[in-house]
């Protein structure tokens, strides 16, 4: 196992969501793997952290990573939080990924968590699984 395919695996995550239509319609281009300088967008997407756990066998190498998306809104309740939340799942659950180094075996949803910030914005962060192979 190696940490090899995570930036492959980041990549290829954040072009499949920036290229999504249903996503793209609520957000724009607001998705971020680091959070531009100055006012930051009313909504907005955001890669984050990632654990990653050998998987490899008697057939090859393999790693399964956990890694979060977040969505983050200054809008009153929920409700477009957890539609821009739908769109992030809808796009990544069993998308068809292509890496540049390995290749993407499975992608599933593992959880969410939904809270209300100090500032009275609102935070949905999303945990994806994914099962890749070094090739």
Do not use: N
Not at 77 to 82: N, Y
């Amino acid at each position: 196992m190696s940490y090899a395919i995570s930036a492959a695996l980041q990549a290829a995550v954040y072009q499949h969501l920036l290229a999504d239509p249903a996503l793209s319609a609520l957000i724009g281009s607001d998705l971020f793997d680091a959070l531009p300088s100055g006012t930051l967008p009313q909504t907005y997407v955001a890669l984050g952290p990632e654990e990653v756990e050998d998987r490899s066998d008697a057939t090859g190498a393999g790693a399964r990573h956990r890694f979060t998306v977040s969505v983050f809104s200054d809008t009153a309740g929920f409700a477009h939080a957890k539609s821009v939340a739908a769109a992030v799942c809808d796009a990544l659950s069993d998308a068809p990924l292509l890496l540049s180094r390995g290749r993407l075996v499975g992608l599933w949803f593992d959880r969410a968590a939904a809270q209300r910030l100090s500032g009275g914005g609102r935070s949905i962060v999303l945990r994806f699984s994914a099962r890749v192979e070094d090739s």
